[in-house]
Structure formats: structure tokens, C-alpha cells
């Protein structure tokens, strides 16, 4: 078993932010999240405990829902080692290890941290990698290819600095021995931190192995400190999960044009062109084929359905053979039948739209039950809404309803029926039956339009 250390109590100073560096988001989820994520597939985890100080109540409020983690105070923040010392007390004793990870190192990947334990032995570990630019990070010194020394930049020698391996700051140490060498740490160094890197030279000291690892992927030991490291970050972790998609048979039209903040699942022969933004759980099926410029969140789209350009679909769910778009909105709770179309500058909100029906242009639908094959005229409005409570319509299979019309709810319109264009429907209408509600046109015999005065004619 291992107990796992997450550092997050720092500031994050070179952020310039009121929210605490490990909250601010990459991918759509707070770095922090990305963190636990990894940890959560580990193996045999006896604890996570999450070191917070600054902004700490904001990351506890964050992760509340998690009830396995547990949080650690450190207040005021004196450095990595001391994060570390304030985590003692709610450590697993009996668990072998502790992992330390960083919350401001998103990315480590599960396959990385068993590298990490299988490198351990029966001394401890520390993930290293080497830089073309090191500059910032721990140095690692080695003797004899030994590590014996991490040395920060701050008090690093001309030479020291030259050394591009690097301290990745996620370590896999022994348990038993962690309170004995925090406690030997001092603050005589350029931060006047504890630093936790300062337990190398006790581990050689007592005989420890101190053995190292690499990641599989330099990305997952970026450390982020200010938002222009983040916007990087973030870059190169998008490109990761395009070339996860494109790898996996999905057509991505431009992958540097395509945004992941959450989970896409897709099936086979999927077409994603420029511009889209998935968020939260999205799953697109066979054939699936997505335009220009859509943003999906949390939905589900059937096999052979097409969302055309410029699309926005939220918490909704669509039925295969659809036609979606251009410019369609589907709100929380739009249940979609197959076959369905929605059309330009149309917004579905809490309704089901049953098999092959279709709203094409200019109209809402909300807290709607809709049968199937019916057709929606161009401007078509529910009025589902009195300022106070919310009513619903229902319009049975093979309805027609006329442009313009607006369904007062709550208002049934029977199955077969027709709506006559314009109608105020305010009470229920008959199965099978045109129903129309519109003043009668007249003409108005010699009517003259106003004139200003001064005004004449000009006749040619
Ligand atoms: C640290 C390492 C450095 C390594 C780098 C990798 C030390 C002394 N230095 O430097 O060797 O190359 O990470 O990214 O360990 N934190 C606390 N409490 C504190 C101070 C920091 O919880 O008192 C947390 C921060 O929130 C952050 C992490 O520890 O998540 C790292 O702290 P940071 O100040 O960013 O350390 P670096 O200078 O990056
Ligand atoms: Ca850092």
C-alpha cells in the first residue's frame, strides 16, 4: 500500500490570479483534478492527502464531494519539506511508501508513477527528467551515476546550473523514515524554505537507495507557474489527445483546431471538422459528423447523425439520422428522436422531439412532449412561461403546425391536427382538425397614407 501526498498549498504568486494556482483549469479541470484523476487509478492507495494554505478553502470547497481525501493545513506555507510535515499526521503509518506529487504538475500519467514504484526497490525514488532548458527546476547531482544532491536554481553554483537532469518534484519515499529527516530539514538556503529536496543528502547519510525514473512524455512533469506556462501546457495537451483520437480512427479535420475538456468517446468513421469544443462526457457514435465550430457538452449523439456548423448542444441527447443545424441550440433535456431535424436558429430546451419530426428554422420549443413525424413551421414559439411557473405543451404525432404560431401552455394539439399560420393557440386543439386563431384580413377601401406637411407629390 502507498499513501499519496498531493503539494497544493502555494501560492502561485507569478499567476497574477485571486484563484489558487491548483484550481486554475487546463483542459476545462482544475490542475488540481487532473492530479487526483491520475491518482484514482492507482493501485493499492491506502491514503490521499492534499496539503492546501493558500486559497484553502476554495480547493477544499472544490473537491468537497470527495469524501476518500483528506486535507492538510499548512499554514503559513515555509516550503516543500515543511507541506510535507504538515501531512505526517494523517498519513497511513502501516503503508510502506509515500508519493509525493505536486499540484502544480498536472499531467503525471498512472503509468508513469508504476515506473516511479518499480524503480523504488527497496530504497525510494525520484522521477527525473532532462531539459534542453532546466532553468527553474531542481538540479539532480549524481556521483558515480548515484544521485546524491538536488540543488535549486537559486543556490545553484555557474556549474551546478549547466546540469540539464532535473527534479520533476514527485519522489516515492519511505514511510518509516519521513518524520525523522523533515525533522533534520533547515531553512539556510537562498528561499529560507524548508526544502523537501534537502532529504537527498539525509537519505545518503542513512544508507537509502536513491534510485530515479523518467516519464514516458516530457508533458507530464511540466510544472506550471505562471499562465503563460499553462497556455503551453495546455496546448501540448490538446495535440495529446487529438493524436489519441486521430490514432484511433477518428477523422480530425485540423487537429490543432480542436478543443477536449473532458471525455470524447467516438465510434467508427467519425468526422470532426475545425473549430469544435467538447466538454464534460460527450459520445458520438458511428458515423457521426460533427461541423464546423459546434460546441457539445455532455451529450450523446446516435450513429449517422450530422451536426452542421456553428451548433450548440448542452445535457442533450440525439437519436440517430438526425440533422442538427447549422446554428441550432439544444438545451439541458432535449431528448431527440432519430431522424429528427433541427434547423437554423432553433432552440430545444426540456422537450422530447419524437421519430422524424422537424423544426427547421427561427423557433423555441421548451417543456415540450412532441410525438413523431410532426412539422414545425418557420417561427413557431411555446410559450412556456408566466413569470412565475413553467407549463408544458404537447403536440401528438403528425401535427402540422403553421409558421408564426404561438402555443400558449399548458395546450395539447391532437394527433393529425393542423394550425393554421399565426395562430394564438391558447386552448387545446382537436385531432384531425384545422384550427386556426387569427383576426380576419380586411382591406380598408380609400385609405390614403398620412402626408407630412409641405410635402408634394412629385409625379412623373
Ligand atoms: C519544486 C522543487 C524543484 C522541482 C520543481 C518541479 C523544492 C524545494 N523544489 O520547485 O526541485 O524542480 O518543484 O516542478 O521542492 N507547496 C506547498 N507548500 C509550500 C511550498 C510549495 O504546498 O510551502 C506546493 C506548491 O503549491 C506546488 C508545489 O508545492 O504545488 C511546488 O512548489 P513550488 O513553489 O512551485 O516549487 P518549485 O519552485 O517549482
Ligand atoms: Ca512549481
Not at 469544443?277 to 460546441?295: A, M, N, R, W
Not at 450523446?300 to 456548423?309: D, K, M, N, S, V
Request: hydrophobic fraction near 40%; glycine fraction near 12%; charged fraction near 20%.
Amino acid at each position: 500500500m502507498i499513501n499519496v501526498v498531493i503539494l497544493a498549498a502555494g501560492q502561485g504568486k507569478r499567476m497574477h490570479s485571486k484563484l489558487p494556482k491548483v484550481l486554475q483549469p487546463l483542459a476545462g479541470k482544475p490542475m488540481l483534478g487532473h492530479v487526483l484523476e491520475t491518482v484514482a487509478k492507482l493501485p493499492d492507495v491506502s491514503r490521499t492527502v492534499v496539503v492546501v494554505g493558500c486559497g484553502a478553502d476554495a480547493v477544499q470547497a472544490a473537491f468537497a464531494g470527495d469524501e476518500k481525501l483528506r486535507f492538510a493545513l499548512q499554514q503559513p506555507q515555509l516550503g516543500t519539506g515543511h507541506a510535507l510535515q504538515c501531512a505526517l499526521a494523517s498519513l497511513d503509518e502501516q503503508a510502506e511508501y509515500t508519493l509525493v506529487l505536486l499540484g502544480d504538475v498536472p499531467l503525471v500519467q498512472p503509468e508513469t508513477i508504476e515506473r516511479l514504484r518499480a524503480a523504488a526497490g527497496d530504497g525510494m525514488a525520484i522521477l527525473t527528467t532532462v531539459l534542453r532548458n532546466p532553468t527553474g527546476y531542481g538540479r539532480i547531482l549524481r556521483q558515480k551515476g548515484r544521485i546524491v544532491a538536488i540543488v535549486e536554481q537559486k543556490d545553484a553554483t555557474e556549474g551546478q546550473k549547466q546540469i540539464r537532469e532535473v527534479n520533476t518534484g514527485i519522489m516515492l519515499l519511505p514511510t518509516a523514515r519521513l518524520a525523522g529527516w523533515l525533522s533534520e530539514l533547515k531553512t539556510s538556503n537562498a528561499h529560507g524554505e524548508y526544502y523537501l529536496t534537502d532529504i537527498i543528502g539525509l537519505a545518503v547519510r542513512d544508507g537509502v537507495r536513491i534510485n530515479s525514473a523518467r516519464p514516458r512524455r516530457s508533458f507530464e512533469v511540466e510544472g506550471v507557474n505562471s499562465k503563460t506556462q499553462l497556455a503551453r501546457l495546455e496546448g501540448i495537451w490538446q495535440d495529446h489527445l487529438a493524436e489519441e483520437l486521430t490514432e484511433s480512427g477518428v477523422t480530425v479535420i485540423d487537429p490543432s483546431r480542436l478543443d477536449i475538456r473532458g471525455n470524447l468517446e467516438c465510434g467508427s468513421d467519425v468526422v470532426i471538422d475545425v473549430g469544435c469544443i467538447f466538454e464534460g462526457h460527450v459520445k458520438l457514435g458511428d458515423g457521426v459528423h460533427v461541423g464546423p465550430y459546434c460546441v457539445i457538452r455532455n451529450a450523446e449523439i446516435a450513429a449517422g447523425t450530422r451536426i452542421e456548423a456553428f451548433t450548440h448542444i448542452d445535457s442533450a441527447k440525439v437519436g440517430e439520422g438526425a440533422r442538427i443545424g447549422p446554428y441550432s441550440r439544444l438545451r439541458p433535456g432535449a431528448d431527440l428522436a432519430g431522424n429528427v431535424h433541427i434547423g437554423n436558429f432553433v432552440e430545444i430546451k426540456k422537450s422530447e422531439i419524437g421519430e422524424g419530426s422537424k423544426v427547421n428554422h427561427l423557433s423555441y420549443i421548451g417543456d415540450t412532449t412532441m410525438g413523431a413525424g410532426v412539422n414545425i413551421g418557420a417561427g413557431t414559439i411555446t410559450c412556456n412561461y408566466n413569470g412565475v411557473q413553467k407549463f408544458r405543451t404537447v403536440i401528438e404525432d403528425r401535427v402540422f403546425v403553421g409558421s408564426g404560431t404561438q402555443l400558449v401552455a399548458p395546450v395539447t394539439v391532437g394527433a393529425g391536427a393542423t394550425i393554421g399560420a399565426g395562430t394564438t393557440l391558447t386552448h387545446d386543439a382537436p385531432a384531425d382538425k384545422l384550427t386556426v386563431g387569427r383576426a380576419r384580413q380586411t382591406t380598408i377601401e380609400g385609405w390614403k397614407p398620412p402626408v407630412p406637411e409641405g410635402y408634394t407629390f412629385v409625379k412623373n
